[in-house]
């Protein structure tokens, strides 16, 4: 793994190698920028080249020694990879109940990191999704991040890092990334084969995200079609809480994105549009808060319908 695998972000991969170049390593990073656009991979990468034994000038990792096979494996005693699945692993439960990043993750986390290096390099954790955490969780972070154990570093990773407390803000190193370039997302879709006008329209600068609309065929007009094709959406909906959560998501995005392109193409009003994105932003809103992405989806299917959303 290198940085030339991050696309579309060399203003954010040069900050982070001006940091690799000079030798001094912030503390605390905040990551900020649309999902799917690289940011985990970015995080992942600059760890693995910190905590890398024999890293070249060229900043980048070895890919041999045994700190790199291990953040490769994701085995690494001195690397953490935090979010929803970490949290399912430490406390023995199913990811489908995790919801939050909690308190005692983070206090779990806070004791790891303040132990000595296994490898003897760097220590670095990633937090996911950052605005996951709860309140009581961002505190017990900020505790730590206040008076940061030697050789360790945080980075945060968050879509939507306004909702961050102020106080962990103010210690961050922000690295904002930048929704990719439309040409530049067709690229990667044509190297893997992949041929989704709709994924490219939809994805709004996101590789991610074009790359789950590409396998969602006919989306978004399907999802619109009629008030039948709107309950057929949300019973598609994964059982799993984590994965309906994030289905749930990208039918919001879809229908939010579908909206301004009609909006803009002349086919609906302005106030048909902004209710119709003002209803499902909120109902993406309710999603995060636990409400159910099922009803939330045939919901917001029917809001845009009533948009005048229709193929
Ligand atoms: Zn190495």
């Known amino acids: 793994m290198n940085f030339s695998e991050i696309k579309g972000q060399d203003k954010a991969i040069k900050n982070l190698r001006a940091i690799l170049a000079a030798e001094k390593i912030p503390s605390v990073f905040l990551f900020s920028g649309p999902d799917g656009v690289g940011k985990k991979l970015a995080a992942q990468i600059f760890a693995q080249i910190v905590l890398c034994s024999q890293r070249d000038k060229n900043q980048s990792p070895c890919e041999v020694c045994p700190s790199c096979l291990a953040v490769q494996r994701e085995v690494h005693p001195d690397f953490k990879m935090v979010d929803l699945s970490y949290q399912a692993n430490l406390r023995d439960e199913e990811l489908s109940k995790q919801r939050t990043l909690r308190v005692d993750t983070i206090r779990h986390l806070r004791s790891e990191m303040s132990m000595e290096p296994m490898?003897?390099?760097?220590?670095?954790?990633?937090?996911?999704?950052?605005?996951?955490?709860?309140?009581?969780?961002?505190?017990?972070?900020?505790?730590?991040?206040?008076?940061?154990?030697?050789?360790?570093?945080?980075?945060?990773?968050?879509?939507?890092a306004q909702t961050l407390p102020k106080t962990i803000l103010s210690r961050a190193l922000k690295i904002p990334f930048a929704p990719i370039p439309k040409k530049l997302v067709a690229k990667v879709l044509e190297e893997r084969g992949i041929k989704s006008n709709s994924a490219l329209e939809l994805c709004a600068g996101s590789i991610g995200r074009a790359l789950e609309f590409s396998k969602r065929e006919n989306w978004p007009g399907v999802l619109t079609e009629s008030p039948l094709s709107a309950i057929q959406a949300c019973e598609a909906l994964p059982r799993d809480l984590p994965s309906s959560r994030r289905e749930a998501e990208l039918v919001f995005f879809s229908l939010s994105e579908n909206l301004r392109r009609f909006y803009h193409q002349g086919k609906i009003s302005f106030e048909r549009f902004e209710k119709a994105a003002r209803d499902i932003s909120w109902l993406k809103v309710a999603v995060r808060s636990n409400a159910d992405p099922r009803a939330s989806v045939l919901l917001a299917c029917l809001k845009a319908q009533e948009a005048g959303l229709k193929t």
């Open 119 to 160: 490898l003897g390099g760097w220590k670095a954790a990633v937090i996911v999704d950052a605005e996951n955490l709860e309140i009581e969780s961002s505190n017990a972070l900020l505790k730590i991040l206040e008076e940061p154990p030697r050789k360790t570093f945080w980075i945060l990773l968050s879509s939507q």
